[in-house]
């Protein structure tokens, strides 16, 4: 097993002349929480951009499964926001 960075492995490996034999699995760790957050995203907007497309239920669902918020919530939003 190897495990570090990117650069770590690469000298691991680098380093171990039958490192080349075989096969792989590489398994790497999510990104941390850098990006926004789901209170982050501007739901009405998201929603008002699938209803364009989309009946409210997908639309509904799409965002809940997006945002981790519940659906009920979400397609009571955008029923109101259906023109």
Do not use: C, H, W
């Not at 680098?14 to 398994?27: C, F, I, L, Q, S």
């Not at 989309?54 to 009920?72: C, E, S």
Request: charged letters at 25%; zero cysteines; aromatic letters at 4%.
């Amino acid at each position: 097993f190897y495990s570090g960075t990117l650069e770590q492995v690469a000298g691991q490996l680098a380093e171990d002349p039958n490192a080349a034999k075989g096969e792989y699995v590489v398994m790497v760790r999510g990104a941390e929480g850098n990006g926004p957050a789901g209170g982050d995203i501007n739901v009405d907007a998201l929603l008002t951009a699938l209803l364009t497309e989309l009946p409210v239920k997908k639309a509904a669902r799409i965002v809940a499964d997006a945002t981790g918020l519940p659906r009920n919530d979400l397609y009571k939003r955008a029923l109101s926001l259906k023109p």
